[in-house]
């Protein structure tokens, strides 16, 4: 399966981001206030956007099951993943609807939903895009369950966060590679290899969206 191979080329990436500082601060529920702060702005427009972006594949798809599945999906990223935001606001101590307000496309943010745009716009099957969005509930569902491994989490705040992309990732995740297997068995190898690229940049992207929000990166701070 195409989608297997491309989950084992990004295995290193995951394991990467899973030693950096964003999430070590989660494994040690001692991530600093600050960082989540700047992940929450950072994280309220990206779901904003990938719900616009769901519905830009809308007319790439002529199965009903499909669109109906699209549909529930928006549902789940305007009103579903704010648990795991408030799991993260409630630890930081801070007021979720006020800090959201501030939001802003930070550099690395903004690349990486200008990345998942230009394959809506710039190809006509879905399966370009997906490949560009499905590491968006992929790498947490992988990095959850690699923390939830460790079983040490009791008594830590962020476990629900744990908790949240260790249940609720894998019926979108079985959904998004069976469209992305289906295109692969006649796509050229050419299309091929923009599949697979455009799937390693976006674990990269939220490699560096965790360090951006660690990092406070801003675009003043060039
Ligand atoms: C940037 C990013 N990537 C992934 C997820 C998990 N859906 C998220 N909330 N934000």
């Given at each position: 399966m195409f989608t297997k191979q491309l989950k084992k080329e990004v295995e290193p990436i995951i394991e990467s981001i899973y030693n950096d500082p964003f999430i070590q601060g989660i494994i040690h529920g001692n991530l600093k206030k600050e960082a989540v702060k700047h992940y929450l702005k950072a994280d309220s427009l990206y779901l904003n956007e990938f719900a616009k972006i769901y519905s830009l594949l809308i007319p790439k798809l002529d199965d009903r099951k499909g669109i109906q599945f699209l549909l529930g999906q928006i549902d789940f990223v305007m009103n579903g993943e704010v648990d795991a935001h408030y799991t993260?606001?409630?630890?930081?101590?801070?007021?979720?609807?006020?800090?959201?307000?501030?939001?802003?496309?930070?550099?690395?943010?903004?690349?990486?939903?200008?990345?998942?745009?230009?394959?809506?716009?710039?190809?006509?099957?879905?399966?370009?895009?997906?490949?560009?969005?499905a590491p968006c509930p992929y790498v947490y569902q992988q990095l959850a369950l690699k923390i939830a491994e460790r079983n040490d989490l009791e008594g830590n705040p962020l476990k629900p966060w744990v908790d949240f992309y260790c249940t609720n990732m894998d019926e979108l995740i079985g959904h998004l590679d069976r469209w992305v297997d289906e295109f692969s068995e006649t796509a050229s190898d050419e299309e091929l290899n923009i599949l697979r690229k455009n799937f390693v940049e976006s674990c990269i992207h939220e490699k560096r969206f965790f360090n951006m929000s660690y990092n406070i990166e801003t675009w003043e701070g060039y």
């Open positions: 993260l606001a409630d630890y930081a101590g801070i007021d979720y609807k006020a800090v959201i307000e501030e939001g802003e496309w930070y550099p690395s943010s903004d690349h990486y939903i200008k990345h998942m745009y230009y394959n809506a716009y710039r190809y006509s099957d879905a399966s370009f895009t997906i490949c560009a969005m």
